[in-house]
């Protein structure tokens, strides 16, 4: 019962968090970049308290991009296509005239204001190519690490951190409760520092 109503309250101040933030800052951007299966759809329902990041939901942008927003939240989450390492050339460029091109919008509202990258914690990698997504991301906006699936760091976060050193910090975020097999469940948790720190790196 104690579970149930923290999470309750939990998913109420990731909304009110989300719409403070937002208020004064007009519609804010973020692009959410990262490996197939990383989980960000889930990130972004958690954020949007909804589904929302399912296959054909969106404004297609560009051919590997597609906007995501919600009517009453003044925030729109630029979806990238998975980071799949054979395409990552014609993937990274693709991004590098959206975001570069969107800079160059004479209205600030339409610029991207700020990325998270996102690396599951159970890859215990980064790889050279997300090293070279954070710098060239990071020539544009502000660039926040995001360890999604986090269960137990074991210094996985300061790594992160240490390998990209552009970021502006790492966040470890468990976007949903999980279920183990051993019956164990782990509360959601990341959420609020994410929008924390959105909050303080969006111009």
């Known amino acids: 019962m104690v579970q149930t109503t923290q999470t309750y309250n939990f ?3 990731i909304r009110n968090a989300m719409q403070e933030a937002l ?10 970049a990262g490996r197939t299966g990383v989980g960000k759809s889930t990130l972004i329902n958690a954020v949007f308290q909804g589904n929302l990041a399912t296959t054909g939901q969106g404004r297609p942008i560009t051919q590997n991009t597609r906007e995501i927003k919600k009517e009453d939240i ?28 969107r800079s160059r919008e004479a209205d600030p509202q339409k610029h991207i204001h700020l990325a998270w990258i996102c690396i599951a914690e159970d890859l215990r990698r980064v790889e050279p190519a997300e090293e070279e997504l954070v710098k060239m991301l990071a020539d544009y906006m502000p660039v926040i690490g995001v360890v999604t699936k986090s269960r137990a760091d074991q ?26 097999d ?22």
Not at 24 to 32: A, C, D, S, T, Y
Not at 185 to 194: D, F, W, Y
């Open 74 to 101: 003044p925030l729109s989450i630029f979806d990238t296509r998975g980071l799949e390492m054979a395409d990552f050339s014609t993937t990274i460029n693709s991004l590098r005239s959206f975001v570069s091109e």
């Open 11 to 13: 998913d109420a101040s």
């Open 182 to 203: 051993e019956g164990v469940r782990l509360p959601a948790k990341g959420l609020n520092e994410l929008v924390d720190l959105t909050k303080q790196v969006v111009p």
């Open 23 to 32: 208020r004064e800052r007009g519609h804010v951007n973020i692009l959410i």
């Open 155 to 180: 210094g996985f976060k300061a790594k992160v951190q240490e390998l990209l050193p552009l970021t502006r910090n790492v966040v470890s975020v468990r976007a949903i409760p999980e279920e183990l």
